[in-house]
């Protein structure tokens, strides 16, 4: 674990203290993400052990908001409203200026079913979502604060918030060209498909969970949506995406493991989704001991899931102290480089 100075723990303590009054787990000082993202680059600023230094720094790797790991997909906690709230947060307080640029909607923005032309739908909590009048619009707002948008879908026939939700399975290029349509910046594919689909793509020798079908994905939303939106590959490890990094169409960034929960360890060995499980996860899938090195290049980076810090007890885990909190923040931090997202 780094060994942070006295100063540094002090901002620590005055983070973790705000996000539990607050009970928002977003709301960062700019004095405390300065002074421990500014710590964490001078530890990495050495010679890659594998690359030499073409890979650029950690900050390069996307940074941002996604609200999923303390809502998740309630529509009363995560809509319009509250998204253009988390915006101005995030571009007055400090963050965007430390380097965490996108605010990412997560699961359930979608309508139940694909308009006539076969195109997704938001949702009423999402009604005015792609309106381009920043006024009105949450894409349009949110980049006029200079931040940028992500969103969420899957590489099934459903989402992983259930059959509620289609998913892109067959649609990559009519969803591509809607994404782009509507300005979105980063597009995270999560991997969740109804069992009919599953056992389809089992007959026909590419599973879903492989890294054939895996591949197949990354090179079609690659192909439709060019190299400048961030593409994320969510499939928790499954099929070890990063064997595709050197691949011309491959993601910008890929799930290491298991979905994260709010617990540090559970149990002895710990639990799937306990944050210790994670950890061992990624440094053994992820090559020790150079935590990623070997299978990152520049502009494709490992995904340990999303930060559980200030996020509370829910769902029976029992959140994180405030020493687990600030392991998890420093670890997250220094996996070189890593996509950081609170």
Known sequence: MINTKKKSSSY?????????????????????????????????????PVYGNSVTPPYSAPMGVNPYNRYGDNTQNVNETSMRAMALTQHTNGMQAAGYTYLNVDDAWQASTRDANGNLVPNASFANMANTDPSIGLIAYVHSLGLKFGLYTSAGDINCSGTNWPGSYGYEATDSAKFLAWGVDYVKVDWCASSALQSQLTAQGCDFYSQCFIKKESNLWRKYMGSNVVLSISASGAGAPWQLYNDPLAPTMWRTGHDIDAAWATALPPAPGDILYIINQTHLQESLPYLGYSYQSNGHWSDPDMLEVGVPAVNGRPGLTFDEAKSHFSLWSSYPPSVIFL
């Open 12 to 48: 620590f303590k005055f983070f973790y203290s705000l996000i539990q009054i607050k009970k928002i787990f977003f709301l960062v000082p700019v004095s405390f993400v300065f002074i421990l993202t500014t710590f964490l680059l001078q530890k990495h600023n050495g010679t890659n």
